[in-house]
């Protein structure tokens, strides 16, 4: 059974920067699309990134592209979110969640996602 175990999340003011980590057990995360998703005080979970397991390709939410960047360190069995120039509608919990391929690419809908981790709170905040 897959599961992950997130970190990383913060207060942290505007303009800042963090790291989010996905460390995963019980499987290895390269044969799973991951995507980071997250969820402010009353909306729906908003896909913010994902990263494809055949060739690596990434996608990214209009409202986090060129400051945040996913990779993965299959080495360390890992997922990374580098959340640069931080607003404070970043705001949120953030998950990592694994997708058991059904087609070639990653793809930033929850619902195709099977296995999720337990969130972790990112505050931008002066």
């Known amino acids: 059974q897959l599961q992950f175990v997130e970190s990383g999340g913060g207060l942290v003011q505007p303009g800042g920067s963090l790291r989010l980590s996905c460390a995963a057990s019980?499987?290895?995360?390269?044969?799973?699309?991951i995507g980071w998703f997250r969820q402010a005080p009353g909306k729906e979970h908003e896909g913010v990134s994902c990263i494809s397991s055949n060739n690596g390709s990434t996608y990214y939410a209009d409202s986090v592209k060129g400051r945040f960047i996913i990779s993965r360190d299959n080495a360390k069995n890992t997922v990374y979110l580098q959340m640069n120039s931080l607003k404070p509608e970043d705001t949120a919990v953030y998950y990592c969640?694994?997708?058991?391929?059904?087609?070639?690419?990653?793809?930033?809908?929850?619902?195709?996602?099977?296995?999720w981790g337990q969130g972790t709170q990112v505050t931008v905040s002066s």
């Open positions: 019980g499987a290895t995360l390269d044969y799973y699309h």
């Open positions: 969640a694994a997708d058991i391929p059904s087609q070639s690419m990653c793809i930033m809908a929850p619902a195709e996602y099977e296995y």
